[in-house]
C-alpha cells in the first residue's frame, strides 16, 4: 500500500539518499529520533513499499523510495538556496528548508528554481560558480598586452557563448585592447573578441609566466 | 528524394558567398556576426539533377541554446538533407573546427571546406588539407571564395564523397562515463547523452537524471559538465589544428584597428562616419528623387489623370500611380543608396567595431552595441530594421530595440523633414528635428531600461579581420535588402494608397477632418486639414508632406502656414504612430501587444511634443 508519506519518512528516505550507507544509529542521530522511533518509521516505509530490506536486513530506497527522496531532496537544495540567497546562513537556511520541504508544491519548487536559475545567484546549485580570489583576477583587472591563463569562467548571462569562442579555463588568451568604458577585446586561438564589463568581469586569470 | 545539400559554419566565413556562387542567387553576405538570420535557399544543379542548396545561419556552437542553433541542429538531423558542407575559416581554424566537432557527432554525410585560403596565405597560414582530411574522416576541399577558386568542386564533392566524419572527441572519463550510463539507461546515442548532460533534451526524465549525473561530474571537477565538454572539444579543436596548421604570420591586430576601437578618436570617427552617410544619402537621395518623380510623372501620372473613365476607376488607378511614384521615389534614391553604404559599412569589418564602441551608451538604454545595427538600420527604413531585432539575444532587448528603431527618422520621415522644414524654415531647424527625435529616442531607451522585465545579458562580440568590402557583394547585398524592402512595403503601400482614394471619393476623410479638427486646432494650432495629411501619414510617413500640399492648394507652404505651424507639422508627423507597414512587421516580430503599446506610445508622444512646441513658440 502506498499512502501519502509521514514527514519522518519522507526524512529519512532524503536522508537514505543522500548518504546511503549510514548505520541505523548515525541515522537515528542524524534525524534527531530514539532507534525506536526510528525503527517505527522505517516499518511504514518498508510498509508503504519506500523501502525494501536488503539481504542484511539493512534498508534500501525502492524506486517508488528513491522518486520521493529525489523530490524532497530536490525542494530542499532549491529552498535552502533561496534562504541563502536571501541572506540566512547556511545552517539556519538548511534548518528552515527541513521544515518547509514536506508541505511545499511541486509547482511553487518549479518557479522558484526558475527563479533561481538566473546564474550567478546561488553558488549552492552550482558550486563550481566559482571565479573567487583562489582563481587569480577578473579580465578587467589587466591592461593592454596582458598575457593570461582562464582559470575559471562564472556561470551566468552569456558564458556558453563566452566558451563556444575558446574562452575556458585552461586556455591562455590576450587582452589587445581596454576602452575608457571598461570594455575590453581579447584575442583567444587568433581571433578578437569584443567583451563588455560585465561579461569581462564573470572570467578569471593567472598571469602566463 | 531530391538532393539536398546544407552549408554549416561560423559567421562570417564566407558560407554565404559559395552559397551565392553555387546557387547563382543573390544571398545576404555579412562580415557581421549573426547577419544571415534567415534560411537561405536555392537551387544548383549537378550531373542534370537539381540540387537544393541550404544557407544555414552562422553559428558558434550547437549547444548554446540560442534560436538559431536550435534551428541549424534541425537542419543538421535532418534526414532529407544529402549532405552538411561544413565551412572553415582558414585563418580562424582551430575555432571553426570546435564547431565541425560537434557537427560531426550527428553522424551525417558531410565534407568540410577550408575557406579563405588566399587570406590565409597572404597572413602566411597553411593548412595542410589531406592531412586534415585524414583527421577528420572526411573529404576536405581548399576554397578561396573571395576569387571563385576551389568553388566548382564542391557540389560534386558533396553529392559523391560526402561520408560520416571518424573523428571523435576523447571526453573526460568522467563524462564519458556518464554518456554509457545513460545509453544503457535510456538507449540514447552519444550525441544526445552529451547534450542532455549540457540540459539540453526534450525527454524530462533524461534530462533529471543527466542533471543528477551532471551534478556529480561538477563536485569531482569543480566545473559543470558542459564546462568539460566544451573544454575537450576546444582542446581537440586544438591538438588538430596543432597539426594542420603552419603559421609564420604574428596574426591579428593592425594598426587601423586600434585607432577605431579605442575611445579617442573611435567615438568621433563613428560619429562621423554615422553623420556623413546620413548626409550623403541626404544629398544624393535629393537628387535623384526628383528625376524619378518628374519621371512618374510624365509616364504614368499625366496620363491616367487625361484618361476619359469612371471617375471612381481613375480615382483607384491615380491612387496606384501615386504609390509606385513615391515607393520607388524613396525607395531607390533614399533607401537604396542607404544600404549601399550600410553594406560598404558591414562588410569592411567596421559595423562590429562600432558596435563595440557603442556598447556602454546602449547599456544605458538597456540594449547592447550589437543593436546598433538595427538602429542605424532604421535610418533607411524601419520595416527591415525592425526585422533585424532577431539577432538581438533577449525578449527583453528586442521590446526595447522596437520601441527605439520605430523613432528613427527614416527615409521617408527624411523627406518629410527636408520637404518642410530645411525649404521653407532653415536648415537649422531641420536638424533640429533631428536632434529631439534623437534625444526622445535616448530618454525613451533609459525609462525602458527600467521598467522593462528580464535580465540584461553583456556583449561577447567576435571582431572580424578589417577587409576591404566587395563591390559586388555590396551590390548583392543591397540588392536583397531592397527586394525584401519592395516585398514587404510595396504591397501595402499599394493597398493603403488605394483605400486612401476610396476614402477620399466617399466623403470619409472630410468626415474625419472635421472630428479632428478640435485636435489639430485646439492643440498644435495646425489647420484642419493637416490632421487629414497626419492621418495620411500613418499609411506612409512622405504622404503627410504630399497631401499637406494638396490640401493646402499650394506647393509654397510658407504662404499659408507659420514657421512654427510647419515646424510642429514636421516634428509630429516624424514621431507620431510608425507607418503602418512597420506596425504589420512589428506585429510579427514582437506580438500585438508590443506593437500596440508602441503605436499608443508614439501617437501620445507626437501629440504631446507637438502641443510643447505650439504652446511654447506659437
Redesign the interface.
Given at each position: 500500500m502506498t499512502g501519502t508519506a509521514t514527514e519522518r519518512e519522507e526524512d529519512l528516505l532524503e536522508a537514505i539518499l543522500e548518504s546511503p550507507d549510514l548505520d541505523r544509529a548515525a541515522l537515528a542521530t542524524r534525524l534527531g529520533l530514539e532507534p525506536a522511533d526510528l525503527a517505527d518509521v522505517e516499518m511504514a516505509a518498508v510498509a508503504s513499499g519506500r523501502l525494501a530490506r536488503d539481504g542484511s536486513g539493512f534498508p534500501r530506497l525502492t524506486q517508488e523510495g528513491h522518486r520521493l527522496a529525489?523530490r524532497i531532496h530536490r525542494r530542499h537544495r532549491t529552498l535552502a538556496c533561496f534562504f541563502e540567497q536571501l541572506g540566512m546562513a547556511r545552517d539556519a537556511a538548511d534548518r528552515e528548508a527541513c521544515t518547509l520541504e514536506h508541505g511545499v508544491s511541486d509547482e511553487a519548487i518549479a518557479r522558484l528554481a526558475d527563479h533561481l536559475r538566473?546564474p550567478g545567484r546561488c553558488e549552492r546549485e552550482?558550486?563550481?560558480e566559482?571565479g573567487d580570489e583562489s582563481d587569480g583576477l577578473s579580465l578587467l583587472d589587466y591592461g593592454e598586452g596582458d598575457r593570461v591563463n582562464i582559470t575559471a569562467?562564472r556561470?551566468c548571462?552569456?558564458y556558453?557563448?563566452?566558451?563556444?569562442?575558446?574562452v575556458?579555463?585552461?586556455?591562455t588568451v590576450i587582452v589587445?585592447?581596454r576602452?575608457?568604458?571598461r570594455?575590453i577585446?581579447i584575442?583567444?586561438?587568433?581571433?578578437?573578441?569584443?567583451?563588455?564589463?560585465?561579461?569581462?568581469a564573470?572570467v578569471f586569470a593567472t598571469p602566463c609566466p | 528524394m531530391p538532393l539536398t545539400i546544407a552549408l554549416v559554419g561560423n559567421p562570417g566565413v564566407g558560407k554565404s558567398l559559395i552559397f551565392n556562387h553555387l546557387t547563382g542567387v543573390g544571398v545576404e553576405i555579412g562580415n557581421y556576426p549573426g547577419s544571415s538570420v534567415d534560411l537561405l535557399s536555392g537551387r544548383s544543379c549537378f550531373q542534370r539533377e537539381p540540387v537544393e542548396v541550404l544557407d544555414l545561419p552562422g553559428v558558434y556552437s550547437l549547444e548554446g541554446g540560442a534560436e538559431t542553433e536550435a534551428l541549424v541542429c534541425r537542419v543538421i538531423d535532418d534526414e532529407a538533407v544529402t549532405a552538411l558542407v561544413a565551412v572553415l575559416d582558414a585563418t580562424r581554424l582551430e575555432r571553426n573546427l570546435y564547431l565541425l566537432l560537434q557537427v560531426a557527432e550527428y553522424g551525417r554525410p558531410m565534407v568540410a571546406v577550408v575557406n579563405m585560403v588566399d587570406e590565409a596565405a597572404r597572413r602566411g597560414i597553411a593548412v595542410d588539407i589531406d592531412r586534415l582530411s585524414g583527421l577528420l574522416g572526411i573529404p576536405v576541399l581548399a576554397t578561396a571564395a573571395a576569387l571563385g577558386q576551389g568553388i566548382d568542386r564542391i557540389l560534386p564533392t558533396a553529392v559523391l564523397e560526402a561520408r560520416p566524419a571518424t573523428v571523435e572527441v576523447p571526453y573526460d572519463h568522467h563524462v564519458e562515463a556518464a554518456v554509457r550510463s545513460l545509453d544503457r539507461t535510456f538507449g540514447v546515442d552519444r550525441r544526445t547523452a552529451l547534450q542532455a548532460l549540457q540540459g539540453l533534451a526534450d525527454d524530462p526524465d533524461l534530462l533529471e537524471t543527466a542533471g543528477e549525473l551532471g551534478d556529480e561530474i561538477e563536485r569531482r571537477h569543480r566545473m559543470s559538465a558542459g564546462q568539460i565538454i566544451t573544454t575537450n572539444r576546444h582542446n581537440h579543436a586544438g591538438v588538430i589544428a596543432d597539426q594542420v596548421v603552419r603559421s609564420a604570420g604574428s596574426g591579428v591586430g593592425a594598426a587601423l584597428d586600434r585607432l577605431l576601437t579605442r575611445t579617442l578618436p573611435g567615438v568621433p570617427i563613428l560619429v562621423g562616419v554615422l553623420v556623413s552617410m546620413l548626409l550623403v544619402v541626404f544629398l544624393i537621395g535629393g537628387v535623384l528623387e526628383e528625376y524619378i518623380v518628374e519621371a512618374f510623372n510624365f509616364a504614368l501620372l499625366g496620363p491616367i489623370g487625361a484618361l476619359d473613365i469612371h471617375p471612381l476607376a481613375k480615382e483607384v488607378l491615380q491612387a496606384i500611380g501615386l504609390a509606385l511614384q513615391s515607393g520607388f521615389g524613396i525607395a531607390f534614391p533614399y533607401i537604396f543608396t542607404f544600404y549601399l553604404l550600410l553594406a560598404i559599412l558591414e562588410d569592411s569589418g567596421y559595423m562590429s567595431r562600432a558596435a563595440f564602441l557603442a556598447d556602454r551608451a546602449m547599456h544605458r538604454m538597456g540594449l547592447h552595441g550589437e543593436a546598433i545595427i538595427p538602429l542605424v538600420l532604421g535610418f533607411g527604413c524601419n520595416v527591415p530594421a525592425v526585422m533585424g531585432i532577431r539577432l538581438l539575444a533577449t525578449r527583453r532587448e528586442r521590446i526595447i530595440a522596437s520601441f527605439l528603431i520605430t523613432m528613427v527618422p527614416c527615409s521617408a520621415r527624411t523627406v518629410v523633414i527636408s520637404g518642410i522644414v530645411a525649404s521653407f524654415v532653415s536648415l537649422p531647424a531641420a536638424f533640429s528635428i533631428y536632434a529631439v527625435v534623437l534625444v526622445l529616442i535616448g530618454l525613451t531607451g533609459l525609462v525602458l531600461s527600467r521598467i522593462t522585465p528580464g535580465p540584461q545579458l553583456g556583449m561577447v562580440l567576435e571582431m572580424p579581420a578589417l577587409r576591404r568590402p566587395m563591390p559586388k557583394m555590396v551590390l548583392v547585398k543591397s540588392w536583397l535588402r531592397i527586394k525584401e524592402f519592395l516585398y514587404i512595403a510595396m504591397p501595402l503601400l499599394l493597398a493603403s494608397s488605394v483605400v486612401l482614394g476610396l476614402l477620399g471619393y466617399y466623403g470619409v476623410i472630410a468626415a474625419f477632418q472635421a472630428a479632428f479638427a478640435p485636435v489639430s486646432e485646439g492643440l498644435l494650432g495646425l489647420p484642419d486639414y493637416a490632421s487629414t495629411a497626419l492621418l495620411f501619414g500613418i499609411l506612409r510617413k512622405e504622404m503627410a508632406f504630399e497631401t499637406l500640399v494638396v490640401l493646402a492648394g499650394t506647393a509654397s507652404l510658407d504662404t499659408v502656414m507659420t514657421g512654427v505651424q510647419l515646424y510642429t507639422f514636421a516634428i509630429v508627423s516624424t514621431l507620431f504612430v510608425p507607418c503602418i507597414s512597420t506596425i504589420a512587421v512589428l506585429r510579427r516580430e514582437i506580438g500585438t501587444r508590443i506593437a500596440a503599446l508602441i503605436t499608443i506610445y508614439t501617437v501620445a508622444l507626437g501629440l504631446a511634443i507637438g502641443f510643447f512646441v505650439h504652446v511654447m513658440a506659437g
Open positions: 529525489r538566473c552550482s558550486p563550481c566559482g569562467v556561470r548571462g552569456r556558453r557563448r563566452l566558451m563556444d569562442m575558446g575556458v579555463p585552461g586556455e589587445r585592447r576602452l575608457s568604458n570594455a577585446v584575442e583567444v586561438k587568433g581571433c578578437e573578441i569584443g567583451l563588455s564589463p560585465e561579461c569581462a564573470t | -
